[in-house]
């Protein structure tokens, strides 16, 4: 039974990469991970992805580019300010300025760097590098 559709999103693509696998897909889709797996392009984790409609609420096929070592969700879901983004990024990435923290607030879904310009904080999601 899944209960978090992100986590199991996450793990997929975490297992999908640790196998070599170029491409995997991801179902239930949904438009948080559909943001999620934005922010992760943006930021060259993946290269692409695209939603493909199967009748029981859609998928993501994921093109992987390899450069994945681990991508996680964070439970629980932090809240953090603005100034602490940095404490969490010592917290849950391996070295300063390697990987992102993905951040979602009231202005959307953000990395950790995206938010640090925006000036905002919000509620952690997950963590890729």
């Known amino acids: 039974m899944k209960?978090?559709?992100?986590?199991?999103?996450?793990?997929?693509?975490?297992?999908?990469?640790q196998s070599g696998k170029l491409e995997c897909e991801?179902?239930?889709a949904s438009k948080l991970i559909g943001r999620v797996l934005k922010v992760m392009q943006e930021n060259g984790y993946i290269d692409s992805f695209e939603y493909l409609e199967n009748g029981r609420g859609?998928?993501?096929k994921i093109s992987l580019s390899g450069n994945i070592n681990r991508c996680?969700?964070?439970?629980?879901?932090?809240t953090?300010?603005?100034k602490d983004i940095e404490d969490y990024e010592s917290?849950?990435?391996?070295?300063?300025?390697?990987?992102?923290?993905?951040?979602?607030t009231n202005?959307?879904?953000?990395?950790?760097?995206?938010?640090?310009?925006h000036?905002?904080?919000g509620k952690l999601l997950a963590y890729v590098y």
């Open 3 to 17: 209960h978090d559709p992100l986590n199991d999103a996450l793990s997929t693509i975490n297992n999908a990469e």
């Open 26 to 28: 991801v179902e239930p």
């Open 58 to 60: 859609g998928l993501f």
């Open 72 to 78: 996680q969700v964070i439970k629980p879901r932090w």
């Open 80 to 82: 953090l300010k603005r």
């Open 91 to 104: 917290r849950y990435l391996p070295a300063q300025d390697f990987g992102v923290l993905i951040i979602t």
């Open 107 to 117: 202005k959307g879904v953000f990395s950790n760097n995206d938010a640090k310009e």
């Open 119 to 121: 000036g905002i904080g």
